[in-house]
């Protein structure tokens, strides 16, 4: 077997909560003097006191060898990020080591590694100058790059005019043609429309298998994670749980699922890319009447809303996705064409069904509120909601029906001979 082209060993990250890491001359100065005349000793992360310390990651080592695809998956604050950003040398570990052998190309946020002033030709250039390629290399590729991100039009426009899903687009067109050995990539091909994503599958496909390079893939989407990756590293509150081929991966990330409350406070959460929350932002959303979501029982859920700026024709809505990622069931306030006009200040918007079609099992939400076809605000993955079987035995099957099941109104007649 040939030498592994990323090898970690022993690798923990550790954050003292309430320490920014920096500060001014002064203040360093004067923390200078005080230890020196021995009052009030520096608190560092490796004299933090445990209560005042998060371990973001913590003794994870594995190999990865070259041209395997390899997904990254675990819940929110598993060490996902953390890792990647260790691995791309944006941050460093607290103690173990990360041996990477290879020229490295990382997606990991909207915008990385671009200059807003500059062009999204001159931007192509500059990625390709930090990768080390020379000019005539980065040029060589260039068209290939521009038709690959759908942004012929606007290639010599200003990319802090761009939108998120043009930002992506560009971004990843450029790290997936400049030959990076290793490619990192986060979740932020969510930003992405889903024609774009199936392409960028494919691009990771063809560079994995037909070019021996490395992929590291981080996402919440388990099909797209079925389909993508050899094998997955599955990391549980900043430690290895292991690595597994994907299929038993996946079937331990599901298993490990816990529900989510049906009252969550979405005002502190991180927004979806692209989404500031500032013209209007979901502060609260609440489902269910207490008791729990009860598959063909009414389902209410409510939701509270802080605008800022009047929204007219604007939506507000829910999607529930299978734990493999898999949307199944979409509730919008627009959907009979009426929409909604809100003022700025506090809103409470309900939205009703008379039986909940979701079969018995546990779903990712996700929440939007928009204005036409402009999103103001996006929550993914708030909450893992479990519908429980109902109590309704004329409702009740022993079949399984998938994500959904609905009511058909049903005309039979005898055919004529």
């Not at 012929?152 to 997936?176: C, H, Q, W």
């Not at 816990?258 to 979405?266: E, I, M, N, Q």
């Not at 604007?314 to 909604?340: C, H, K, P, W, Y």
């Amino acid at each position: 077997m040939s030498r592994p082209i990323i090898e970690i060993s022993g690798l923990s990250k550790r954050y003292a909560l309430g320490e920014f890491g920096f500060s001014s001359f002064r203040e360093e100065t004067e923390k200078w003097v005080r230890r020196l005349s021995g009052r009030t000793p520096e608190t560092t992360p490796e004299t933090a006191p445990a209560e005042r310390e998060f371990w973001a990651l913590r003794d994870v080592s594995f190999s990865i060898q070259p041209g395997e695809v390899v997904g990254i998956i675990g819940r929110n604050g598993a060490g996902k990020s953390t890792l990647l950003k260790i691995l791309s040398r944006i941050t460093e570990p607290t103690s173990g080591e990360a041996v990477l052998r290879g020229r490295v190309a990382s997606l990991l946020e909207v915008g990385t590694g671009f200059h807003p002033e500059l062009s999204g030709r001159d931007n192509v250039f500059l990625n390709g100058a930090i990768l080390g390629m020379k000019r005539p290399e980065i040029a060589a590729k260039l068209d290939e790059i521009i038709a690959f991100a759908e942004i012929e039009r606007f290639i010599d426009t200003p990319v802090k005019r761009y939108s998120s899903g043009m930002y992506v687009k560009l971004a990843f067109a450029v790290a997936a043609h400049l030959e990076p050995e290793i490619l990192i990539i986060d979740e932020v091909l969510a930003v992405g429309d889903a024609q774009f994503q199936r392409k960028c599958i494919g691009r990771m496909q063809e560079i994995a298998r037909g070019h021996g390079r490395t992929v590291l893939f981080v996402s919440h989407a388990m099909t797209t994670i079925r389909r993508l990756c050899q094998r997955c590293v599955v990391l549980e509150g900043g430690r290895l749980r292991g690595i597994y081929p994907a299929e038993e991966a996946i079937e331990h990330y599901n298993r490990d699922a816990g529900a989510s409350d049906l009252d969550v406070d979405t005002d502190g959460l991180p927004r979806a890319w692209g989404s500031t929350g500032e013209e209007a932002r979901l502060v609260r959303i609440r489902a269910g009447d207490g008791r729990g979501l009860f598959f063909g029982e009414p389902l209410k859920v409510e939701f509270t809303v802080r605008v800022r700026s009047t929204i007219d024709a604007g939506m507000i809505g829910i999607a529930f996705n299978t734990v493999e990622g898999s949307r199944v069931m979409t509730l919008d306030s627009d959907a009979d064409g009426r929409t909604l006009r809100l003022h700025p200040g506090l809103h409470t918007v309900t939205l009703s069904l008379p039986a909940l079609p979701l079969s018995p099992g546990r779903y990712y939400c996700h929440a939007a509120i928009g204005q036409g076809r402009h999103m103001c605000d996006i929550v993914d993955n708030f909450a893992l909601w479990e519908v429980h079987p109902g109590g309704r035995n004329d409702w009740e099957s022993d079949r399984a029906f998938g994500g959904c099941r609905l009511r058909a109104t049903v005309d039979h007649h005898p055919a004529s001979a």
